[in-house]
Nanobody, 115 residues
């Protein structure tokens, strides 16, 4: 059964940090590049970061370069997103999916950056 379960979101002040986790079913995760996406209110979903199936390369959207780090644990079928120096404009629902994405999406996890 396909499954993507995101967690780790919450309310954080500007400049703070959060670590998101995504537990994926093996059918989705194994041998596939994975990505983190986000959708802010009133905006389309966008790719934030992507990681190669064996962590050989990573991609970051310009606005998060130097602040976010994507990683994965292939033994646990889990992908992570470490987010530092968060800004109000990072407020969004964050999703993981394959990179490029497949049609199935999890529920996401809400990140709110506000003082």
């Amino acid at each position: 059964q396909e499954q993507l379960v995101e967690s780790g979101g919450g309310l954080v002040q500007p400049g703070g940090s959060l670590r998101l986790s995504c537990a994926a079913s093996e059918s989705i995760f194994s041998g596939k590049n994975m990505g983190w996406y986000r959708q802010a209110p009133g905006k389309e979903r966008e790719l934030v970061a992507g990681i190669h199936k064996r962590s050989l390369t990573a991609y970051y959207e310009d606005s998060v370069k130097g602040r976010f780090t994507i990683s994965r644990d292939n033994d646990e079928n889990t992908v992570y997103l470490q987010m530092n120096n968060l800004k109000p404009e990072d407020t969004a629902v964050y999703y993981c999916n394959r990179w490029p994405e497949m049609e199935y999406w999890g529920k996401g996890t809400l990140v709110t950056v506000s003082s």
